[in-house]
Each structure stands twice: as C-alpha cells, then as structure tokens.
C-alpha cells in the first residue's frame, strides 16, 4: 500500500466541471518561487497500479500542487491519490480525456499556476523530465512544451510499429500545415504557460482523444510558443492504450482538425475555435467559453 502522507487531501465531487474550479532544467535555489507556480495535472481512469511509482518520480521541490481528477475509475485510483495527499476531483460521470483535461486546467489557473504540466499517472512518461519541460516557461521563453518520444528512440520503449508509422504520418501532415518542424503531436506529457490556458478556448474543444490535437492547432493559429524535449517512454501491461480501432478513429478526427485549421487560416471557413479567447483579467480566475 502507499504511504501515507502528512499532508491532508482535498477532494472536490463534480457532476460535470468544476464550477469554478475554474536537476535538470531549474535553476534551484529560488525553490520557494518556483515552487509557487508549478502545478501538476494528472487525469486519471484506473491508474489505481501505475498512480503511486508516477508520483514518486516527480520532482517535489519544484512543485506547489499535484491534481488528479478522477474520470470514474472502476479501480482503487481515487483511494491510492487520497493516501499520497493529492489534491482529488472526481467526476460524476464519464467526461472522457478531453473533458477531464478541461477540469484540470480550469482547477489548475484556479490555483493560480504559471506553468502547469499534464502528465500521464500511468507511468508511461518519465516524470523526472518536469524540471526541463517547465524551464522555458517559467523563463518566458516557450508557451507550450511537448515531451517527446521521437527525439529519442521509442521503438526501443516498447512502442508497437503500427503506432511508430501512424504517429509519423499525422506529425508529417501537421507541420506541413502548421509550418512547424515538431517531431511529434501527440504526446501525452505537455506543459503550458498560464497565458496558453487563458488564450486558448479549450472548452470548446472535442471531449475525446483529438482534443490534444485540436489544442495544437489553437495554438498555432493564436502564433503561441511552441517547443519540445526529449522524454523517454515505458510500454508495459498497465500503461494506457489506445486500441487499432480507437486509433483509426482518432486518426480521422486528427486529418479533420489540419483541415479546419487550414479552412481557418484560407479565410474560407473561420472557426470560432480558432480565436483565442479575451484575456481572463485577474490571476486565479479562470473564464468559461
């Protein structure tokens, strides 16, 4: 079992969102600064196996608060992120990983963070990589960091060939029509500003997989910062998965979204997705779209 933490933990119950719920890269000694402005989002379903041997690997001294949101796990998840004393919200209902991205970020500029990483509890991503991922943020250098598997060799983590080629073809479409020279999009481990979040209408975005897809290309459109860092990976049992089917169709939904960014950009078909929202004005309070 893991152990219990001094801490007491938070826990938050939504039916859908939250109301308002709206050393490798840091420079240490300024601890207590850095500390006040990284924020961890983790969404979470039935990561009860992988969420504690996540939380371990993070890099404690840089970070101000750890969120899990739960999207009603069928496992032990809830119980595992109460006893290591993170701060919990749990959904009522299924909202899937777009949805609960979007409880975490309204929770995280909730909490007012400067930098605010998602990161997987499935141990898939190498946690001890935050300090390098947030560095350019919190130096005002880059908006977005995307942690990725193609700087390095992710055949040798373990990652299946089919999703090697399927991954190479959508990264190789998207900086055609982005004008970027990214070595991957869909990562699961990212980290942004507290400018991207409060530029960039997330709500309005899919509650499925492509979500993160359509965040890159909000993104470009609203000319943010983008950069990216090498991240290694863990292919095992536990780690989450997206199936050949599920994969097929987020695919799809991935070549929908270059084509409404490039629909955007022609002035052939402006989408209101593409906007970015007005600026939300006071610290710590998070706007709906």
């Known amino acids: ?45 039935n990561a009860a196996k992988t969420l504690e041997r996540t939380y371990r690997d993070i890099p404690h001294e840089i970070v101000s608060k750890i969120i899990l949101v739960d999207d009603v796990s069928k496992d032990d998840t ?43 509890p499935d141990y898939q991503y190498d946690a001890t990589r ?12 880059q908006d977005i960091m995307l942690g990725s598997r193609f700087l390095g060799d992710p055949l040798a983590g373990g990652m299946p060939r089919w999703k090697f080629i399927s991954n190479r073809f959508l990264t190789t479409v998207e900086n055609v029509a982005f004008g970027l020279h990214l070595s991957e999009y ?25 979500f993160d897809q359509e965040f ?10 983008i950069g990216e860092i090498a991240v290694p990976t863990r292919y095992f049992e ?5 199936n050949f089917r599920r994969s097929v169709i987020y695919g799809l939904s991935t070549l929908k979204v270059v084509l409404r960014f490039l629909l955007h950009r022609l002035r052939i078909q402006p989408s209101r997705k593409l906007a970015a929202r007005e600026p939300t004005g006071q610290r710590g309070a998070s706007r709906r779209v």
Do not use: W
């Open 1 to 45: 079992m893991p152990e219990k933490r001094p801490k007491k933990a938070t826990q938050q119950i939504v039916e859908g969102y939250p109301a308002s719920a709206a050393d490798q890269g840091i420079k240490s000694p300024s601890a207590d600064s850095a500390r006040s402005r990284v924020i961890i989002v983790m969404p979470a379903y």
């Open 78 to 120: 809830v119980a595992v992120a109460r006893q290591l004393g993170l701060d919990v919200i749990i959904h009522r209902q299924n909202l899937g990983y777009g949805g609960n991205q979007k409880t975490c970020y309204d929770a995280a500029l909730e909490a007012g963070g400067d930098a605010v990483v998602m990161l997987h």
């Open 130 to 141: 935050i300090p390098a991922m947030v560095e350019p943020i919190l130096e005002g250098k």
């Open 186 to 210: 869909h990562t699961g481990f990212r980290a942004y500003s507290r400018h991207a979040l409060e530029t960039i209408p997330y709500r309005l975005n899919s509650n499925d997989f492509v």
């Open 216 to 225: 890159m290309a909000q993104a470009v459109a609203c000319k943010l910062r």
């Open 238 to 242: 536990e780690a989450s998965s997206v």
